[in-house]
């Protein structure tokens, strides 16, 4: 009241009692908040919609250059090599010298493809391409999905011959080999993958490899839309080969691992949707395959992040589902130390999160022992062994202060 006001004055009631004041507060906040979120949404709406008529233009085109491929091998599947051909572009491989390594399916020696076209192939092509002009979008759509259906699982899978299927062994030592190798290789190996899609896509090892390596695309590749494809890919090839394989882990693992690449730039409720999808599959994977160290630190991290969740995201997720997420930093830690029991040293990144779970939970002494435990591992040139550097500099830097 005025300070003037008099001993007659009447001092009317508070609107509001605290309690009340508060809840408007909150309210108000995250009123302000949504509208944040919706305006940086609306502005990359209208960014995407800018590349929209590329994209669609790119996928046509794409399309229809594999199906223009599909086509001729179709109808030369086995070209003739000539004598005046240097190589032939058969889906064989000639292996190099090098002591083979049958850990892990991987193997030390390399093997090289022939890239060079035969003169059979060049008539061919010519051949093939008489008339494909006339082709609509809709036959284009038809045949690729006709191309990538699989057998219904009251049938045998597709069998090969014993020459294409020790095609397919050496096919597949090679890319577990650049899948493991440096940027180029990993570049290499997707390349490598996709053109021998038409021969084996009714592969199981084949398809799950196939969309590792659509993962690493996505890893190596700076541009958004260019990623969001990558992921987008691999995620329809795992949608197709779960249909018929639901108990390969491998399908399980990089499925739920696409799905979160696909949701990096999307809204909080989508992101948070795909999320439920991850942990669903990742469960799966563990419960196929429970000695795979690879997909406890994936479990581990999602712990980690739902452990994490800002406010805005937890109100977001009570709004819109009737069980939400949870996870603790403790549940995340225990997965992360499952890891190193089975196979110690397993990731820089896997101990760099140890360390921030204990400096989470208060235990410095342990933190410190396992920031010294990440920096003993050798780095693997990737760029989620340099965040793990990045990370160990920045909680260095706190335990110093």
């Excluded at 440096?182 to 997707?190: I, K």
């Amino acid at each position: 009241l005025p300070a003037e006001a008099g001993d007659g004055a009447v001092v009317p009631s508070p609107l509001l009692r605290q309690d009340e004041q508060l809840e408007l507060l909150e309210r108000l906040d995250f009123l302000v908040r949504n509208v944040a979120e919706l305006r940086k949404e609306v502005e990359e709406l209208r960014n995407s919609l800018q590349h929209l008529a590329v994209e669609v233009v790119g996928e046509v085109r794409t399309h229809l250059e594999e199906t223009q491929r599909m086509t001729r091998r179709r109808k030369f599947p086995f070209p003739r090599e000539r004598s005046d051909s240097t190589a032939s572009s058969s889906i064989y491989f000639t292996a190099s010298s090098g002591n083979a390594n049958t850990d892990d399916g991987e193997s030390e020696g390399g093997y090289s493809t022939a890239n060079a076209e035969s003169d059979y192939d060049r008539e061919s092509e010519r051949e093939s391409e008489e008339g494909e002009d006339e082709m609509s979008c809709d036959t284009v759509r038809t045949v690729r999905r006709d191309s990538l259906e699989l057998a219904p699982e009251d049938e045998s899978p597709l069998a090969l011959d014993s020459s294409l299927e020790e095609g397919l062994g050496q096919l597949l030592e090679q890319a577990d080999r650049l899948h493991s190798g440096d940027e180029q290789d990993r570049r290499e190996g997707f390349q490598l993958l996709l053109n021998n899609k038409l021969a084996y896509a009714g592969q199981r090892e084949f398809l799950w490899r196939l969309a590792r390596a659509h993962c690493d695309m996505w890893e190596l590749t700076e541009d958004a839309d260019e990623r969001r494809a990558y992921a987008s890919g691999g995620k329809e090839e795992l949608e197709l080969a779960l249909q018929k394989w639901d108990q390969s882990a491998e399908c399980h693992q990089w499925f739920a691992i696409l799905c979160g690449q696909v949701s990096e730039q999307e809204s909080i409720p989508k992101r948070i949707q795909a999320g439920y999808i991850f942990k669903e599959h990742i469960d799966k994977a563990i419960a196929l395959k429970p000695q795979d160290p690879q997909l406890y630190y994936l479990l581990g991290r999602w712990c980690y992040q739902v452990a994490h969740l800002g406010w805005l995201e937890k109100r977001t997720v009570s709004a819109l589902f009737e069980a939400p997420p949870t996870a603790t930093v403790q549940d995340a830690l225990q997965n992360f130390l499952r890891v190193e029991e089975l196979s110690p040293g397993f990731s820089k990144a896997g101990r760099v999160y140890i360390a921030k779970c204990y400096q989470d939970l208060g235990n410095t002494s342990a933190a410190a022992l396992w920031m010294d435990l990440a920096s003993e591992l050798p780095g693997n040139n990737t760029k989620e062994d340099a965040e793990s550097e990045r990370e160990l500099e920045k909680m260095r830097s706190t335990c110093e202060e």
